[in-house]
Nanobody, 125 residues
Framework: QVQLVESGGGLVLTGGSLRLSCAAS????????VGWFRQAPGKEREFVAA?????????EYADSVKGRFTISRDNVKNTVYLQMSSLKPEDTAVYYC?????????????????WGQGTQVTVSS
């Protein structure tokens, strides 16, 4: 069983930056792929970014955030980060981190087993 707790959300002006954190406990977290998703009011939860587990380095990003967001992980601290810059009002959403019992990344929510409670990000114009 893996528990995930997000933090770092808040209110920011257009063009600003935020760094989200997701602290994990339980399980062999370093071997699990991790992902960030977001859900805006009235919309479905959508993929944002993912990073592989285990050895090597592989990341994927949604086209809407490519070049602006960066996912990273610190396996010593069992923490995943999402650095967000050049934020836009359309980035406003609740952001969730998730992990799956696999080293490979995925973009589909149903492929992730464990989820955090979410953290609100609001970008004001």
């Amino acid at each position: 069983q893996v528990q995930l707790v997000e933090s770092g959300g808040g209110l920011v002006l257009t063009g600003g930056s935020l760094r989200l954190s997701c602290a994990a406990s339980g399980g062999t977290f370093s071997y699990y792929a991790v992902g960030w998703f977001r859900q805006a009011p009235g919309k479905e939860r959508e993929f944002v970014a993912a990073r592989n587990g285990g050895d090597g380095y592989y990341v994927e990003y949604a086209d809407s955030v490519k070049g602006r967001f960066t996912i990273s992980r610190d396996n010593v601290k069992n923490t995943v980060y999402l650095q967000m810059s050049s934020l836009k009002p359309e980035d406003t959403a609740v952001y969730y981190c998730a992990t799956r019992v696999s080293t490979t990344v995925a973009r589909i929510t149903t492929l992730y087993t464990y989820w955090g409670q979410g953290t609100q990000v609001t970008v004001s114009s």
